[in-house]
């Protein structure tokens, strides 16, 4: 535990709640804002490693099922290098990802207030608005993301509204304070829809239902009329045409009829539809170890040869789902370790969220964020590999790891 007098410690507080607030601030708008704020934590705790781990200690019991679940991650990747064709870059995600226990470590000796986060995240969503329609309506791009692929841009945009949406309920008895959060759920949502994504509104009927459960137990008519008001944009955004919802809903009913009518798999559901099963040909060939990338493109094209599989797959890098690309790259034990990454955490929010209700809620919406987090991340991965891309990968880590440290500041200053 951190017994330094706070004096002492402003400085150090000021730069861990600055770097707190700059990730999500940056994330969306910057081409390396993601991997910076990755770095810049890592750096600042080689300055204060000691302190670091003092203020972790105490807490070890309740993080060790987390930190031994992205430990895991990056242990099967190491073994995994003995496969003929593995490359060192394989340990790039899983490496980030623990070394993000870094944020939770800096958060739990400087302490700074969570607001720091939540005004990262409310100015993050705003600002990634502009950014995105200007792509679409100035630039005229049809799939617009930012510095990201348009997926991964919308899906970490809804991931941001959602984080709004949790820093609202924390501000439920300041209007002056949750009107911008509120603002910034609705430019995240929006900023999801113009870069033209689906999979990022699969989360919405998971994060509602979850958002409802506990919105009558805050007794909180602020919370139930954002909650309305929130799931209203997206409906009625459904009905614009300028959003193009309606029309990619439609394309997307249509490419999933003509694939199952044994028609072209080359549309955007189609080679979905078609990767899922050649994931289920692969995983039935290889169910314990599963292949090494290269050698799982090498089955994929021999499949394509012989005919069972449509050619238009071999232009995809990945299996477009995270537990298809988790169990036939790694076989059951890669699955088990996508599981764990998320189930580790999603239990420590759970576990935290429960107490919070029990004992006055002191750290209910930071543990409520980190359930969305993982829910967010769950859905997304249906229809994508989020965890493909190194920026998501981190951006998950730090985000849940963050949180983690929050919970814990609340719960601590509860318990005192």
């Known amino acids: 535990m951190n017994n330094k007098p706070m004096q002492a410690w402003a400085p ?28 810049l934590f890592v750096i600042t705790l080689l300055f204060v490693p000691r302190r670091a781990w003092a203020a972790l200690a105490p807490h070890w019991k309740d993080v060790r099922w987390v930190v031994g679940a992205f430990s895991f991650q990056l242990a099967l990747a190491t073994v995994f290098l003995l496969r003929p064709e593995a490359d060192l870059s394989s340990l790039d995600n899983p490496s980030r990802m623990l070394l993000a226990l870094s944020a939770a470590m800096l958060v739990l000796l400087a302490r700074p207030p969570r607001a720091v986060l939540w005004w990262g995240v409310i100015g993050g969503a705003v600002a990634a608005l ?38 609202a309920v924390d501000y439920r008895h300041s209007t002056r304070k949750a009107l911008p959060a509120a603002l910034g759920a609705a430019a995240g949502l929006a900023a999801s829809i113009a870069t033209g994504s689906r999979g990022g509104l699969v989360v919405l009927p998971l994060a509602g239902l979850l958002f409802l459960s506990y919105a009558q137990l805050l007794h909180s008519k602020r919370v139930r009329l954002l909650l309305v008001g929130g799931f209203a944009l997206v409906g009625a955004a459904f009905f614009v045409p300028a959003t193009g919802m309606q029309d990619r809903a439609e394309l997307g009913v249509t490419e999933v009829r003509t694939w199952m009518d044994g028609g072209s798999a080359f549309s955007s559901l189609g080679i979905r539809l078609e990767l899922w099963k050649g994931a289920t040909m692969l995983i039935a060939e290889r169910p314990l170890t599963g292949l090494d990338p290269v050698a799982m493109r090498m089955e994929l094209r021999r499949h394509v040869e012989e005919g069972d599989l449509d050619p238009a797959i071999l232009l995809v890098e990945h299996l477009h789902n995270d537990a298809f690309q988790a169990f036939a790259s790694g076989g059951i034990w890669g699955l088990l370790a996508w599981a764990g990454i998320l189930l580790a955490p999603f239990m420590f929010f759970a576990r935290e969220l429960g107490r919070g209700i029990r004992k006055g809620m002191p750290q209910f919406a930071p543990a409520l ?36 440290g929050f919970c814990l500041i609340a719960k601590e200053k509860r318990e005192n």
């Open 369 to 404: 964020a980190g359930m969305l987090v993982v829910l967010s991340y769950f859905s997304f991965g249906l229809t994508e590999v989020i965890f493909w891309s190194l920026k998501g990968c981190t951006f998950y880590a730090l985000m849940i790891f963050l949180l983690m």
């Open 130 to 167: 502009p950014f995105v329609l200007w792509q679409r309506v100035v630039l005229n791009m049809d799939r617009p993301g930012g510095w990201l692929n348009p997926i991964t841009f919308g899906d970490l945009a809804m991931c941001l509204a959602l984080l709004a949406l949790a820093a």
């Open 12 to 39: 150090m507080q000021l730069w861990i709640g600055f770097q707190v607030f700059l990730f999500p601030f940056l994330s969306l708008i910057t081409p390396s804002g993601i991997g910076f704020s990755s770095v």
